[in-house]
């Protein structure tokens, strides 16, 4: 699930695109992901079959609307991201407890394009590296300002199915009921 709040996007002149880059702005994306259970069983069974020939696709080549994606700059003034798994003890009987979430919060993520040498440019200067090659070298740098990152209680862990199970232990003796969240990382800046 993902749920973003202002989004605005900057668009120099058509004649410009391919050296100015389009700015895209959200003041607030939140994102949950979520492990899905089924997935396992799925590649499983897809592993069995044989693999299937890649097919080709017209169009393959780089193309006007590739170049501007590449040239974008995408800035980001807060992103929350949700991070819930299942673990492996879940749905056994007698689990005492459900696997905690992590919550990841990024402010003022930048993500733009640069040259090979990591600095900034305008786009036609970016895309000289990859003139004499047979392949499209895109440099793109990823900055942000703070990182934290907390464990939560999984909010399972104040169900009714939970609440008879707070005297049980699992089978090491440990009681694992969580109530608090904890911060493991906070202020943390950095680019890559």
């Not at 120099?12 to 695109?17: C, D, R």
Request: glycine share 8%; no cysteine.
């Amino acid at each position: 699930m993902a749920k973003s709040g202002k989004l605005e996007i900057a668009l120099p002149y058509l004649s410009n695109v391919q050296i100015m880059p389009i700015v895209v702005q959200i003041d607030k994306l939140d994102l949950v992901l979520e492990e899905n259970d089924e997935v396992d069983s799925r590649r499983s069974k897809s592993s069995a079959k044989a693999p299937s020939s890649p097919s080709k696709s017209k169009g393959s080549g780089y193309g006007f609307a590739e170049k501007i994606a590449d040239g974008m700059t995408l800035q980001i003034q807060t992103v929350n991201l949700l991070l819930e798994t299942h673990g492996g003890g879940r749905h056994l009987p007698g689990v005492t407890w459900a696997s905690p979430m992590a919550s990841i919060t990024i402010r003022n993520l930048v993500l733009y394009t640069t040259n090979e040498n990591w600095q900034v440019v305008n786009l036609k200067a970016a895309r000289e590296f990859s003139r004499d090659k047979n392949f499209i070298y895109v440099f793109r740098k990823l900055e942000w300002e703070q990182l934290r990152i907390d464990l939560l209680p999984h909010p399972d862990m104040l169900s009714d199915d939970l609440e008879g199970a707070s005297d049980q232990k699992d089978d090491d003796g440990a009681k694992r009921v969580f109530f608090g969240g904890e911060r493991f990382i906070d202020g943390v800046s950095g680019e890559a």
